[in-house]
């Protein structure tokens, strides 16, 4: 194998990690910063219905 | 209130202004503007009055579109003003006003002295290329009707005009907040690091992650809004224009700014296209429709008349 090819390969592999990584950490932070208590009632009338459509 | 409302204002004139002032650069003190008149002509504006000896002689003139260095255009005429201040060089073809013209020129001389070689970029006003690609983004290449893409969301959100609204507003913000992001990670991560070849699966990626990332904010943010439009918000994923902008914007190596408007383009364009045929589809509904083309089929052919349509768009140029 070419160590070029090896190289470019293992740096994708990296950069797309790193990527998914931050962007991962981010999506994380945004939803503990925004957090919304889901309401309980809400839940039990969903689970009361039928939920065919 | 009122504070953050001219706030708002004074940083949208702010924008525009810088918009218009990019068209403005030359590349030489002397010059003050270089513009393009017609199809054919360009016009230069100098700060002081040139030699006519100078600048009626068109071999200290050559130019050349910025991609293709190596095809020198041909000079027919220069043509010099009363006050000796502005220059016209007309040329033997048409030119094509939409790519930056480079043109070199001799040492300029102006009242005997001589001002040095000046390289000038000419180029439409910047603020006029972002509106051709918003607009052909948005008619004259509409994604629905003329590339058919995002046909599933098209015809599933199309029966109710309240529906086709929220799901256009929706799509139309996501869209230009996923494209702007991907211009970013494709000038600055893929393109570096020649992984250009994963575009697709990046694209992908970041507009789910878009998505997820709207989702997330607006329900905290904005939650009426969030109980208008949340359920639209998941079927952006599945909608083709959402992956086809990204792709396209890469392909032809938009700045930042036409990224934003070519997103902004086919976000309108979509709600237009959802819009139209959400009015004609609420009216089919009373309409006495022949039992075999209840349903999708007339929805298709009604389609297919818009596209028709909006072939009447193919030759529009505003800018």
Known sequence: MDPALVKLALGGVATLGCIGLFFGIGLAIAAQKFHVEPDPKVEAVLHTLAGAQ | ?319
């Not at chain 2, 869209?175 to 970013?184: D, L, Q, R, Y």
């Not at chain 2, 020649?194 to 699966?201: A, D, R, W």
């Not at chain 2, 086919?266 to 006495?288: P, Y």
Request: one cysteine or more.
């Open chain 2, 1 to 319: 209130m009122k504070s953050i409302r001219s706030y708002h204002l004074l940083v949208g004139v702010l924008v525009v202004a810088a918009l218009f002032l990019t068209g403005c650069e030359t590349g030489h003190k002397f010059v003050k503007k270089t513009e393009f008149k017609d199809t054919d002509k360009m016009v230069l504006t100098f700060a002081g009055p040139v030699d006519e000896a100078w600048a009626k002689n068109i071999a200290n003139f050559s130019a050349y579109e910025k991609p293709d260095p190596d095809i020198v255009l041909t000079i027919k005429e220069a043509v010099l003003s009363s006050d000796k201040t502005k220059l016209t060089l007309i040329f033997a073809a048409p030119l094509n006003t939409g790519e930056a013209h480079i043109l070199s020129t001799s040492n300029i001389m102006s009242e005997g002295q001589d001002l040095g070689a000046a390289v000038l970029t000419i180029k439409k006003l910047y603020f006029g290329v972002l509106m051709t690609i918003f607009l052909g983004a948005a008619l004259i290449k509409n994604f629905v009707f003329t590339k058919y893409l995002g046909l599933c969301v098209f015809f599933g959100c199309s029966q109710k005009r309240s529906t086709a609204i929220g799901m256009g507003v929706v799509f139309t913000i996501v869209i230009a907040f996923a494209a702007t992001m991907a211009w970013a990670l494709y000038q600055f991560v893929l393109k570096p690091y020649q992984l250009t070849f994963l575009n697709i699966v990046v694209f992908i990626g970041l507009v789910s992650l878009s998505v997820q990332g709207v989702d997330t904010i607006l329900r905290k943010v904005n939650p009426a809004l969030f109980k208008a439009f949340g359920v639209y918000l998941v079927l952006v994923i599945a909608n083709c224009i959402a992956i086809a902008v990204p792709l396209i914007l890469a392909d032809n190596e938009y700045t930042g700014w036409e990224s934003f408007s070519l997103a902004l383009g086919a976000g309108i364009g979509f709600l237009i296209a959802l819009f139209l045929m959400a009015c004609v589809r609420e009216k089919l509904e009373l309409a006495k429709v022949p039992p075999s083309f209840k349903g999708l089929p007339i929805a298709f052919v009604t389609a297919g008349l818009f596209a028709l349509a909006f072939l009447g768009f193919s030759g529009l140029s505003i800018y």
